[in-house]
């Protein structure tokens, strides 16, 4: 038997590998994601702000609730027993 004839060398190559396919569906998801990842950043840029309007209502909305029982009015704290004249 002899080895290296043409016959063995010669091969009929019939499709993809499967390192190409990952290659070329890694490259279409890359292609597809990018374009929602750089879109984030404007979205963060607008929900931070977003963020601490909604803490600082919070947070009004706790004072509020604890300045009701002492039987003022919200806006009545600034001028409080301690500090009026």
Known sequence: ???GTESDEIREEGGFTLIELVIVILGILAATALPRFTDLSSS???AAPKGVEAAMRSTNAMVHAKVLPAGRAANDTATSPSTAR
Do not use: F
Request: no cysteine; charged share 35%; net charge positive.
């Open 1 to 3: 038997m002899k080895y």
């Open 44 to 46: 963060a840029r607008i």
